[in-house]
């Protein structure tokens, strides 16, 4: 008998009924960790366990995710963690690094599970058990839990949960967790939490663990230890009858494709042009409507305040500053909508290897394509994805280099120049322009600029051995409606949280900047005359040798905020009503101030230079701190002076 057994919890003293409330009391509520090998199915189990009832944060000191929820039973509520999954207690990346220090109860500020729920798919119970033997060690009232039940029948194959059961020395559930089907055994466990009942309990010895010590008690190598747990994880299968079930043939007929050395990455590419023009034809219309929703409720806000000062800081500061945060949402969940299919469906990790194959020749591994693919749209998102890169150091450069490809937000500025200074002159008949040729070079630059910096992070300062890119291929499964909205939701609220903060207060800040000092009559003054020109004019001679004068250098000021932004600053200094980068007045307007050399110089600039607080913002989330957002900052800000001097000079 465990100590919880012998002494049930009791929320706040005697109880009179059963606990609903999902905040009171939660420090004294059972707690319990799902844990597994990746692509065990413990996600959809965690879904189904808590519904909606979920919340993500970061771990304390971290910046690997925090999934948690809670689950009602008819006794009380009972907390539920979904840890990253692992393959072993020797953990290669920061999220199972994460979920080892949880289980033994070292995560600063974490408290440890009360129980556990080890997920392990019956498809692959052999390779699977091997995880079940360090964690089952630990010593915790466990309850095993065999996912993929209709799909070990479909493929004929069994196991028995009693054998099981009987030689791990804890409940064993054979369940179809995307149904709902097998789940009573897993409910009952959970109220036992609260009843002390014979379901929960703990491993009874810890599983061999002499057996992974050679001669002198010295460690065997990983190799002989590995080979150690595999010959027992075999033979707790042949105790609980446990047959393998046939190959799929569905899996086998897609990876015969898929996988193949040429038809494999045609078809990755495919998936990637379709990835990349879904996220701007599917976004282009959501965010239309969402700017439009914007613009509506701010004129329907402005009209119902006061015209004073309170109102221009509440619509041009506050309404706008979120709305330049708001107006990304669309594109974010278009891109995590795909992957979460690719993920769910299980060709993620044929992309992943696919990619690797072209991907470590610059030093990184293959999970890092999509996330640099989906900067493309934007860095934000780019960042978050960045997650799925186990190694740290190939996380990071991911992240470092994300930035470097050319977003949406480049485009309004890189329209407005082309068509100001660059005539359109066939190259290739009708096939390709010369404005064309123009924008793909831009594009090729920022894309050569990634790859080089990747290669010289990889040699310096995330120089280490190559790690090896080791990856279970799961079987292909169709994705469910639930587990994919959850993942929207999930990450609507992320994105709007971490990014919102740090963009609403740069835009007040530059509202406030715009707006003094008063004029004579009252009002703001005239642009040339505010703190923000002021500015301006103050690194006129830092930005000089570029062929920038300080109208430029407030736009430069202004993008921080979001690089489009220097489209409609450049209108407002210029007294251009129509101030898009269509505007035949605004191209007019720049020819007179700009020459060939600077106009193509302030494109390179924005190539390279890191003009998005938002990007700043969540890197410095994603990294822990401020280091590698200070010298990503610097390192584009250095590369973008350099090469438009360059250009300025040469033109």
């Not at 369940?175 to 009573?184: H, S, T």
């Not at 009252?522 to 004019?537: E, N, Q, R, T």
């Amino acid at each position: 008998m465990t100590s919880r057994e012998a002494s049930p919890v009791l929320l706040g003293g005697t109880r009179s009924g059963p606990d609903t409330s999902p905040d009171r009391a939660s420090a004294a509520r059972p707690r319990v960790a799902l844990v597994g090998p990746p692509n065990a199915g413990k996600s959809t189990l965690f879904n189904r366990l808590t519904g909606l009832r979920q919340k993500v944060a970061n771990y304390p000191g971290v910046t690997v995710e925090r999934k948690s929820g809670f689950h009602r039973t008819a006794y009380g509520l009972v907390d539920v963690v979904d840890l990253p999954g692992i393959h072993g207690l020797s953990p290669r990346s920061l999220d199972q690094i994460v979920t080892r220090d949880v289980l033994l109860g070292h995560a600063e500020g974490e408290p440890g599970p009360d129980a556990v729920i080890l997920v392990l798919d019956a498809t692959r119970l052999e390779s699977h058990l091997m995880v079940a033997e360090p964690i089952l060690a630990l010593g915790l009232p466990s309850l095993v839990v065999l996912t993929m039940a209709d799909e070990l029948g479909r493929r004929k194959g069994q196991v028995t949960e009693r054998g099981l059961s009987e030689q791990l020395g804890v409940e064993v559930a054979l369940v179809n967790a995307r149904a709902g089907q097998g789940l009573e055994k897993i409910e009952r466990f959970l109220e036992a939490l609260y009843t002390g009942g014979e379901e929960v309990r703990a491993c009874p010895v810890v599983v061999a663990a002499e057996a992974e010590v050679g001669p002198r008690g010295r460690p065997l190598p990983v190799v002989d230890v590995f080979a150690a747990r595999r010959a027992r994880a075999q033979a707790l299968g042949q105790a609980a009858h446990f047959q393998a079930p046939t190959p799929s043939k569905l899996t086998e007929r897609l990876d015969s494709v898929f996988l193949h050395r040429v038809l494999g990455p045609l078809c990755f590419l495919a998936v990637v042009v379709v990835v990349f023009q879904s996220i701007f034809a599917w976004a282009t219309p959501l965010m239309d409507g969402t700017e439009a929703v914007i613009a509506t409720s701010g004129e329907w806000l402005a009209v119902r305040l006061p015209d004073t000062w309170i109102r221009s800081l509440v619509i041009d500061g506050v309404w706008l500053g979120v709305g330049s945060v708001v107006v990304f949402l669309p594109q974010i969940l278009i891109l995590f909508f795909f992957l979460g299919i690719l993920e769910d469906s299980g060709y993620m990790a044929r992309a992943a290897v696919i990619a690797d194959r072209m991907m470590h020749r610059v030093g990184l591994q293959g999970q890092s394509f999509l996330p640099l693919l989906s900067a493309y749209a934007c860095a934000v998102p780019a960042i978050l994805a960045a997650r799925t890169v186990e190694d740290e150091r190939d996380r990071l450069a991911t992240i470092f280099v994300a930035p470097f490809m050319t977003c949406s937000a480049r485009l309004p500025v890189y329209a407005l120049l082309i068509a100001a200074f660059i005539p359109e002159r066939p190259l290739l008949g009708p096939v390709l322009g010369q404005r064309s040729a123009v924008l793909l070079g831009l594009y090729a630059l920022g894309f050569l600029a990634a790859v080089g910096t990747a290669a010289i992070l990889k040699r310096s300062l995330l120089r280490g051995k190559p790690s090896p890119f080791v990856m279970e291929l799961p079987p292909y499964r169709l994705p469910t409606v639930k587990s994919i909205v959850a993942r929207l939701l999930d990450r609507a609220r992320v994105f709007l949280r971490r990014a919102g903060r740090i963009i609403l207060a740069v835009a007040v800040a530059l509202w406030v900047l715009a707006q003094i000092p008063q004029a004579p009559g009252g009002g703001p003054p005239p642009v040339a005359d505010s703190a923000l020109g002021a500015m301006g004019k103050v690194i006129e001679p830092v930005i000089e040798p570029l062929g920038f004068d300080w109208r430029i250098g407030i736009g430069l000021v202004t993008s921080l905020a979001a690089r489009e932004v220097i489209v409609g600053t450049l209108g407002t200094i210029y007294g251009v009503e129509d101030e898009d980068e269509t505007s035949l007045e605004l191209q007019e307007a720049l020819r007179q101030d700009l020459d060939l050399g600077s106009a193509v110089a302030l494109m390179v600039f924005f190539v390279f230079a890191l003009q998005c607080m938002s990007t700043v913002a969540v890197m410095r989330r994603e990294t822990g701190g401020w280091r590698w957002p200070i010298l990503q900052f610097s390192y584009m800000l250095l590369l973008a002076y350099v090469t438009a001097w360059g250009a300025n000079a040469l033109l």
